[in-house]
């Protein structure tokens, strides 16, 4: 089945920077790769995702980047604020089975 | 309307008792899971349901049973509770080309 690392565990940068995570994944045949921000003691809710067909996408101040050569995706966070400060999670999916393989999370600290 | 909405979200039980935790989504989607997310924050799926269908079962104990009587909801049964199994349970659903909706977690703690 599909493996996802996810990279770094815990992440703290100053209020303003950025802030970049970084994953990858074993099956080549994973092709929908969403990130999801966990707050403390809240569910896991969906920030942004990406498609196999696309190499970037952008909202605001978040973006994800995708190199499927690589088997390689990331999370940029640009202008961090504290309200920033969460758990995140990588994940891959093989659409079609609707199977979800999320990485091991990054506890990102946004200091103000 | 709650997307996904899952009852009770905090149980505390004896080790040995038997519980159940409830699942509905209102979503419309076709599949279904359970989540488990222990003490170091993984997320780890145990089951998923796909027109009431089984489709993953990621080496769970069979103390841990999923019930699905229609597409909305899907149940989780646990026997005999221990001690290591004290977590975040999230239910959550999804359609084809789409991301999880998840619950909002039961905290289960066995004392």
């Known amino acids: 089945g599909e493996n996802v690392e996810q990279h770094p565990s815990t992440l703290s940068v100053q209020e303003g920077d950025s802030a970049v995570i970084k994953c990858t994944y074993s099956?080549?045949?994973?092709?929908?790769f969403p990130w999801y921000k966990q707050e403390l003691g809240k569910r896991p809710q969906l920030i942004i995702d990406?498609?196999?067909?696309?190499g970037e996408k952008k909202d605001q101040r978040i973006a994800v980047t995708l190199n499927k050569t690589a088997k390689h995706f990331s999370l940029h966070i640009t202008e961090t604020q504290p309200e920033d400060s969460a758990v995140y999670f990588c994940?891959?999916?093989?659409?079609?089975?609707?199977?979800?393989?999320f990485g091991t999370g990054t506890s990102l600290t946004v200091i103000p | 309307d709650t997307a996904v909405s899952q009852t009770p979200k905090y149980l505390v039980t004896q080790m040995g008792n038997d519980k159940s935790i409830k699942c509905e989504q209102n979503?419309?989607?076709?599949?279904m899971y359970w989540y488990k997310q222990d003490s170091k924050k993984f997320l780890k799926i145990m089951f998923s349901?796909?027109?009431?269908?089984?489709?993953i079962n990621e080496t769970v104990p069979n103390r841990f049973s999923p019930k699905s009587p229609d597409k909305a909801h899907l149940n989780l049964h646990i026997n005999s509770l221990e001690l290591g199994d004290s977590a975040v349970y999230f239910c959550?659903?999804?359609?084809?080309?789409?991301?999880?909706?998840f619950g909002s977690g039961t905290r289960l703690t066995v004392v």
């Open positions: 099956d080549s045949a994973s092709n929908y």
């Open positions: 349901y796909n027109n009431k269908e089984l489709i």
């Open positions: 994940a891959a999916s093989i659409n079609t089975g609707n199977q979800f393989y």
């Open positions: 959550a659903s999804s359609q084809v080309s789409g991301g999880i909706t």
């Open positions: 990406i498609r196999s067909n696309v």
């Open positions: 979503l419309g989607h076709d599949t």
